[in-house]
């Protein structure tokens, strides 16, 4: 069956300060990888997604960036942390089928930004 | 039902009873709906998905009701459990074309023992 690891569960940084959160998937090959933010109270917003290594889509213009160095392994980076990057931080994988398809994600990372 | 600014819609029920949190979705195209259920603190999870040829699918304990004349998803919970307490969202998609599910803010479920 297939898992969804991310890493860390939380983190707390300063203002200023390099941000990478880590997702890899087990048990699937070639998925689609997603990142999403998530606000209290609020949808989820998605933020990066990638079809395969080194394709990445930005769906928001913002602070962060990410990158696909292996088939299941998806990375989230900041080079300079703003306090309105503290979220909750969710990764999701689908098929490779093409085409909206059911996502699963992650546990997540709760980031604090001070 | 959707959210209003940052406050989720809240249903309250007594254990043992049925549930049914609503969803209204935006796009006329989407062709693909799923459910989540998301505890406190952790991610999302999935419970059942459903596609636009049916208009009811059921599950362990949930059935999904898909209404496209109104746009209106439905998910009901039969003799809800303690352990049902958590925030549940509908999410919208395309099957082709698009990597994109669109997400609704939630209503968040509590169960009364």
């Known amino acids: 069956s297939q898992t969804i690891h991310q890493w860390p569960a939380t983190l707390v940084q300063p203002v200023g300060s390099p941000l990478s959160l880590e997702c890899t998937v087990e048990g699937t090959s070639n998925p689609n990888l997603y990142w999403y933010r998530q606000a209290a109270g609020r949808g989820l917003q998605l933020l990066f997604y990638s079809v395969g290594i080194g394709q990445i889509s930005s769906e928001v213009p913002q602070n962060l960036s990410a990158s696909r160095p292996q088939d299941r392994q998806f990375i989230l980076s900041s080079k300079k942390l703003l306090l309105s990057d503290s979220g909750f931080y969710l990764c999701a994988w689908s098929g490779d089928g093409g085409g909206t398809d059911t996502q699963y994600f992650g546990p997540g990372t709760r980031l604090t930004v001070l | 039902g959707e959210s209003v600014g940052l406050h989720l819609p809240t249903l309250s029920v007594q254990e043992g009873d049925n549930s049914i949190i609503n969803c209204a979705y935006s796009n006329s195209a989407s062709d693909y709906f799923i459910w989540y259920k998301q505890e406190s603190g952790k991610g999302p999870q999935f419970i059942i998905d459903i596609r636009s040829n049916m208009d009811k699918r059921q599950g362990q304990r949930v059935t999904v009701l898909l209404n496209k004349t109104v746009k209106h998803l439905s998910l009901q919970i039969a003799a809800t459990q303690p352990g049902d307490s958590a925030v549940y969202f509908c999410?919208?998609?395309?099957?082709?074309?698009?990597?994109?599910?669109?997400f609704g803010k939630g209503t968040k479920l509590s169960v009364i023992p």
């Open positions: 999410a919208e998609g395309r099957r082709a074309g698009s990597y994109q599910l669109t």
